[in-house]
């Protein structure tokens, strides 16, 4: 079992940056992936950025540039550094991390304004 704490977020205006923080805790050694989603007003969750084999990472088109994905060596914190942001970028943010299985965090809210 994992267990995912979620933090930063807000509301920003276009061109601003934000910071969101994932914390894990449990058994974090059988992390493999460690990933950021996002859900914008009604449409499905896609996939913002992750670490896919290693220290290999992976981005969305939309974000690629602007944000970074970092975590520690212990894989017990997730960040995403997000930089001149979009009013596009609105939306719920999520961490997920998969062992055996999926693990979700409760999501955080980011609102950029035009």
């Known amino acids: 079992q994992v267990q995912l704490t979620e933090s930063g977020g807000g509301l920003v205006q276009a061109g601003e940056s934000l910071r969101l923080t994932c914390a894990a805790s449990?058994?974090?050694?059988?992390?493999?992936?460690m990933a950021w989603y996002r859900q914008a007003p009604g449409k499905q969750r896609e996939l913002v950025a992750a670490?896919?084999?290693?220290?290999?990472?992976k981005y969305s088109e939309s974000v690629e540039g602007r944000f970074t994905i970092s975590r520690d060596i212990g894989k017990s914190t997730l960040w995403l550094q997000m930089n001149s942001l979009k009013p596009e970028d609105t939306g719920v943010y999520y961490c997920?991390?998969?062992?055996?299985?999926?693990?979700w965090g409760q999501g955080r809210q980011v609102t950029v304004s035009s």
């Open positions: 449990g058994n974090i050694r059988s992390i493999n992936t």
């Open positions: 997920c991390v998969s062992t055996s299985m999926n693990y």
């Open positions: 670490f896919v084999a290693g220290a290999v990472t």
